[in-house]
């Protein structure tokens, strides 16, 4: 299985740092932007609707539900239990890998939590919530029990926190505060250390490996290394990417295009 993964994380930072691709899709569609799950399919956000597509750019399900406002994230990284926030309503609804909801919303306000700008999936079916009143995060497990919390983050920068992004992966909790760089705890919640990258827009962990864009440039910067890298992108003006298995996704503003790499 090691060998496995360690085969898969060379190919894949190997096809990202390809100069030429080949398009396997170019998706027509003015979206807010996309995730991915591990298995390739895209999550396109418009408005209060969400589209499933397969790794070639195929159509698969729709979701929205209009009584919530706009969708703020996607988290897909358990594709069976797709997390949509929507921070307008202060709520989260999960889905199914055909986009069927399971339950109710859950209205983060009554967890005392109030208009919280972030929220992620965590292990064991479990949420980790940004609470930019007492600027820590805070993870419920599956029956919304608060287990976790770091404790005033603004103790480990030298300005208030302003994130714009969290994901948890590989054992690791990711937070994104483009001011001073990326916050790297366990899933226990316990401080590691900071990425110095600033300015990031989105980033996307893989293996040891943060790939992030800032300043309309894809980047990348080893955990353990610190070494840092840049890359060529077959397209400009990108708004957002992601890369899964070998496909390069890039987002513009009219389309989101699959790339294989050769």
Not at 66 to 83: E, F, H, P, Q
Not at 107 to 118: E, F, G, K
């Amino acid at each position: 299985m090691r060998k496995l993964f360690f085969l898969f994380f060379l190919f894949t930072t190997t096809c990202f740092a390809q100069s030429k691709y080949t398009l396997i899709k170019s998706i027509e569609i003015e979206s807010d932007y996309f995730t991915t799950d591990n298995q390739s399919n895209v999550y396109v956000v418009t408005g209060n609707e969400l589209s499933k597509y397969d790794k070639t750019g195929k159509l698969l399900y729709k979701y929205s539900n209009k009584n919530l406002g706009n969708i703020t994230s996607v988290d897909a990284s358990n594709m069976l239990r797709i997390l949509l926030f929507y921070k307008q309503f202060s709520s989260v609804v999960f889905l199914d890998n055909t986009l069927s909801q399971n339950g109710e919303p859950i209205n983060l306000s009554l967890l005392d939590i109030y208009q919280p700008p972030l929220v992620c999936s965590s292990y064991n079916n479990g949420i980790w919530v940004y609470d930019q009143q007492s600027f820590s995060l805070l993870r419920y497990d599956k029956t919304l029990q608060d287990i976790l919390q770091t404790g005033n983050l603004n103790t480990l920068q030298n300005d208030s926190l302003q994130p714009n992004m969290v994901i948890e992966y590989d054992n690791r909790l990711y937070l994104n505060n483009p001011r001073s760089g990326i916050l790297i705890f366990d899933i226990y919640g316990t401080y590691y250390k900071t990425i110095p990258v600033k300015n990031a827009t989105g980033f996307q962990p893989i293996a040891d490996w943060v790939y992030y864009q800032s300043d309309k440039k894809i980047k990348a910067y080893n955990i353990k290394t610190t070494e840092e890298k840049e890359f060529e992108m077959p397209l400009s003006d990108i708004l957002n990417f992601r890369l899964e298995m070998g496909i390069l996704m890039l987002q513009t503003e009219k389309s989101i295009s699959l790339f294989s790499a050769e």
